[in-house]
């Protein structure tokens, strides 16, 4: 894909993010891997209602802008760029603010096994402490969780989510699913009636 289709597509996602109420705001950052070792990435502050290309900022792996503007990457590029050095497989994240999934790790309470899409994509979805937001510390942690090939996606304590997928499309579906999940998980509880898939099927044969 060109510079320009790719900046075009990032645009449209964090739109689509916005209506989704994903990113709340000017709140979460997100990112695509260009050419390789490359980055294009939402910058401070940068709202996904009212998003531009003027919005989006280039940079090179270890988040050094290579591209002029007068925006600067978001603070959270640490997260984005560290991820990106591990993760050879992940070309795009989405660092979310949505209210289910927030609230679970405000809870610091991991997503139950109550469906089978949990299964299949959100199996293991570790926590991240707490640490000031655009911190070193945040990014070097969050990044530290996808050494695990098997972590697409971790819960920032009392902040947020994180999720890594091999392109933008796939990391916007997975995001807004994980969102999904998390709101039938709180729906559920407010009924008062809470089955997980292994009280369900007695064992963890159907799982
Ligand atoms: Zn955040």
Same mark, same amino acid.
């Given at each position: 894909?060109?510079?320009?289709?790719? /900046?075009?597509?990032?645009?449209?996602?964090?739109?689509?993010?916005?209506?989704?109420?994903?990113?709340?705001?000017?709140?979460?950052?997100?990112?695509?891997?260009?050419?390789?070792?490359?980055?294009?990435?939402?910058?401070?502050?940068?709202?996904?209602?009212?998003?531009?290309?003027?919005?989006?900022?280039?940079?090179?792996?270890?988040?050094?802008?290579?591209?002029?503007?007068?925006? /600067?990457?978001?603070?959270?590029?640490?997260?984005?760029?560290?991820?990106?050095?591990?993760?050879?497989?992940?070309n795009?994240?989405?660092?979310?603010?949505?209210? *289910?999934?927030? @609230?679970?790790?405000? *809870?610091?309470?991991?997503?139950?096994?109550?469906?089978?899409?949990?299964i299949?994509?959100?199996?293991?979805?570790?926590? +991240?402490?707490?640490?000031?937001?655009?911190?070193?510390?945040?990014?070097?942690?969050? *990044?530290?969780?996808f050494?695990?090939?098997?972590?697409n996606?971790?819960?920032?304590?009392?902040?947020?989510? +994180?999720?890594?997928?091999?392109?933008?499309?796939? @990391?916007?579906?997975?995001?807004i699913? *994980?969102?999904?999940i998390?709101?039938?998980?709180?729906? @559920?509880?407010?009924?008062? /009636?809470?089955?997980?898939? +292994?009280?369900?099927?007695?064992?963890?044969? @159907?799982?």
């Amino acid at each position: 894909m060109c510079y320009l289709e790719s /900046k075009k597509e990032l645009v449209k996602i964090v739109k689509k993010l916005g209506k989704n109420k994903l990113l709340p705001g000017t709140s979460g950052n997100v990112s695509i891997r260009y050419n390789d070792n490359k980055i294009l990435l939402t910058s401070s502050g940068s709202s996904s209602a009212f998003i531009t290309y003027d919005d989006i900022v280039l940079t090179d792996i270890e988040g050094n802008i290579i591209e002029k503007t007068q925006k /600067k990457p978001t603070s959270e590029i640490g997260i984005h760029t560290l991820i990106y050095k591990k993760r050879p497989d992940i070309n795009a994240i989405i660092h979310s603010h949505s209210s *289910a999934l927030s @609230a679970f790790a405000v *809870a610091h309470k991991h997503l139950s096994c109550i469906l089978a899409e949990n299964i299949y994509y959100f199996k293991n979805v570790p926590f +991240v402490p707490y640490f000031k937001p655009g911190s070193y510390e945040l990014a070097m942690n969050t *990044a530290a969780c996808f050494e695990n090939k098997d972590v697409n996606a971790c819960f920032l304590l009392n902040h947020g989510f +994180v999720l890594g997928a091999k392109n933008i499309k796939d @990391a916007y579906n997975m995001t807004i699913m *994980a969102e999904n999940i998390a709101q039938i998980e709180i729906n @559920a509880y407010i009924l008062g /009636k809470f089955e997980t898939l +292994v009280c369900v099927n007695g064992n963890n044969d @159907a799982i």
